[in-house]
């Protein structure tokens, strides 16, 4: 079992999984509202080889601690349960170190049951897949190029199943709604005690909103006081023509520098659940500070 061939077969099937799970997660990006246009996913067919230099080691790694040693638990089990070793033994065992997994992780985020619901069925779905290839590979010779080949067609035909669907319009592409200045006139909450009044006169009040820029800068919790900002302003609307990703609200408060700058407020939600992202943390990859109509 823990030969060079199962080890590398199981490492394949995790990175070709995680190439798919990229890439699905792409197209679902395209019709999650967001405050920024995503990347194509069809980058991440061009990219595959370049990956295996970051992915490669990771799938090797888990491998060796996760895939293999719930091979042999499962081989252990159906021994010592039922007399023989047994396939179905290997998504049981999967299932339970996933669930450990899922716990473990729960203590430290708290995502919640929905999310650990899905991190569960993702983990014991993958350790499944790349256990089961690891124990045929182990009692029946060579699995890596049927892994690799079949991971490719699988990676062609969700790109080509994505697109269609899309241009065909069965799933619309998200596109931030169009507004205006009398649109955007309102009160505003970031859900957390924070709340913005945008008046009809180009004036701005801000209550205990979060300078989560200058937070970052200094690298630290958000919810200390000294983040929290309030005063008087004013604000603009930029039309950003010719998309609506381009549309921008200017808010300009005295005692909250950081807020929107230096590229302003953008427009997500939808039409009758809007939001304003002000964007901080790493510009390739950012966090957003949103606010929603109250």
């Given amino acids: 079992m823990w030969a060079a061939r199962p080890i590398l077969a199981a490492a394949c099937t995790l990175y070709m999984a995680a190439v798919l799970g990229v890439e699905i997660n792409g197209f679902v990006e395209l019709a999650a509202p967001a405050f920024g246009p995503p990347d194509a996913p069809g980058a991440v067919l ?10 490669g080691p ?3 790694v888990a491998s060796l601690l996760l895939v293999l ?10 021994t010592r349960f039922t007399g023989h070793d047994a ?5 049981v065992i999967a299932s339970v170190v996933a669930a450990a997994g899922t716990a473990a992780l729960g203590t430290a985020w708290r995502p919640g049951p929905g999310p650990s619901a899905l991190v569960w069925l993702t983990g014991a779905t993958l350790l499944t897949a790349a256990a089961l290839v690891a124990r045929r590979t182990a009692l029946r010779g060579g699995r890596v190029r049927h892994v690799l080949g079949w991971g490719a067609v699988a990676a062609v035909a969700v790109f080509a199943i994505g697109t269609g669907v899309f ?10 709604p ?4 009398a649109v955007l006139s309102g009160s505003w909450t970031d859900g957390e005690g924070g709340t913005l009044r945008l008046a009809a006169d180009g004036t701005a009040h801000a209550e205990g909103l979060t300078d989560h ?6 690298d630290a919790e958000p919810t200390a006081a000294k983040y929290r900002c309030s005063g008087r302003g004013t604000w603009s609307y930029e039309a950003g023509d010719p998309t ?7 808010i300009r408060i005295k005692d909250c520098h950081g807020l929107g700058e230096p590229y302003g407020w953008r427009i997500g939600g939808t039409p009758d659940r809007l939001e304003l992202g002000s964007e901080y943390g790493e510009p390739d990859a950012p966090d957003w500070y949103a606010l929603t109509r109250r």
């Avoid at 061009?46 to 992915?55: E, R």
């Avoid at 241009?167 to 931030?176: C, H, K, M």
């Avoid at 820029?213 to 200094?218: H, I, M, R, S």
């Fill in 46 to 55: 061009l990219i595959t080889p370049f990956l295996v230099c970051f992915g």
């Fill in 58 to 60: 990771f799938a090797l």
């Fill in 69 to 78: 040693p719930t091979v042999s638990a499962a081989r252990w089990a159906g």
């Fill in 87 to 91: 396939w179905w033994w290997v998504p």
């Fill in 167 to 176: 241009a065909t319009g069965l799933v619309p592409e998200y596109r931030p």
């Fill in 178 to 181: 169009r507004v205006d200045a």
């Fill in 213 to 218: 820029a200058e937070a970052y800068k200094d």
């Fill in 244 to 250: 609506t990703w381009d549309q921008r609200v200017r």
